[in-house]
């Protein structure tokens, strides 16, 4: 057992993360680190197909996240919808574009709390409440 003063200070190294608010049209993006368990909203990419995923290797490069987050949207009862499927969708390709280990997380009424809070940007905000929600889950 190793008992030094320097082992008992050891503390995992934060991670950053990009969060994204998955939409046909727009996808809002957010950024925050598992140090201090906030997001903060970037950007809305209102781009498709190679250009959208263009515009959002651009951020990844810039940001230089260790992961990244896919709200994925479900009915108030939990079901699925049209739309779960494509958020998961999307979160696979992200994975098989850019290799960087994608959590999904539960969206439901992001972007209600986005309009509450008068977000100017609702999308990106969606995505910084998405990302909260998933560092308040981290240990």
Request: proline share 5%; aromatic share 8%; net charge negative.
């Amino acid at each position: 057992m190793n008992s030094s003063p320097t082992a008992a200070l050891q503390v995992a190294s934060p991670h950053s993360y990009l969060a994204f608010d998955f939409g046909t049209r727009r996808i809002g993006v957010a950024t925050g680190n598992s140090l201090t368990r906030n997001g903060q909203p970037l950007t809305t990419v209102a781009a498709e197909g190679d250009e959208r995923f263009a515009a959002i290797g651009k951020l990844i490069t810039e940001w230089q996240p260790d992961a990244l987050v896919v709200g994925v949207p479900f009915h108030p009862d939990g079901a699925e919808h049209d739309n779960t499927r494509r958020a998961r969708r999307f979160a696979n390709q992200l994975h098989g574009r850019f290799r960087l280990p994608v959590h999904q997380v539960d969206e439901r009424y992001s972007t209600t709390e986005a309009h509450a809070l008068g977000a100017a940007d609702v999308d990106a905000a969606s995505a910084a409440i998405i990302l909260e929600q998933f560092l308040g889950s981290l240990e």
